[in-house]
């Protein structure tokens, strides 16, 4: 296990909610952690079955949404209609602005966002509990964009 203190969080999470504790949500929960970036479950599944990983699909689907239960991975939704996951652990809050020619994500932090979600909650008499900001634009120049792909659209948004 290569994320001792985040195992522990998933450990005493399983725990509290009689969540059965096995090696494979361990296994999941380190690979997801060390994946740079946004991925697909699917995505998931296959880089751990290319390591000779012999854990299921339904497991890694199942875990991951454990793993966003206990705060350690966050779910993104970038206009896809596919879900998204990103590890939380030891990384910087931050919001993304997606290119909807090319398909690029970029990542900027979200500093001056960061109080508004939970004063409006306040202000309109909720508890608050998450925010999503995505800013969709387009590429200035398409034809100087490496990311830009004329074919596929939008193919890989990950
Ligand atoms: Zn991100
Ligand atoms: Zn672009």
Redesign the pocket.
């Known amino acids: 296990m290569k994320n001792k203190k985040a195992a522990e969080i998933l450990r005493q999470f399983l725990k509290k909610g009689q969540n059965r504790i096995t090696p494979e949500r361990f296994e999941v929960m380190d690979a997801a952690l060390d994946y740079e970036g946004h991925f697909g479950a699917d995505d998931l599944y296959v880089i751990m079955k290319n390591n000779s990983s012999r854990v299921s699909r339904a497991t890694v689907y199942k875990t991951l949404e454990l793993l966003v239960q206990c705060n350690l991975l966050c779910k993104r939704n970038f206009g896809d209609n596919m879900t998204h996951y990103e590890s939380l652990y030891r990384k910087q809050n931050h919001d993304h602005l997606i290119?909807m020619?090319?398909g690029?994500i970029v990542e900027f932090p979200s500093t001056s966002l960061e109080n508004i979600p939970s004063q409006l909650c306040n202000e309109l008499g909720f508890d608050f509990s998450s925010y999503s900001f995505n800013i969709f634009a387009?590429?200035k120049n398409?034809k100087k964009?490496k990311?830009?792909n004329p074919k596929g659209k939008n193919e890989k948004l990950s």
């Open positions: 290119c020619d090319c690029r387009r590429c398409p964009c990311y830009f």
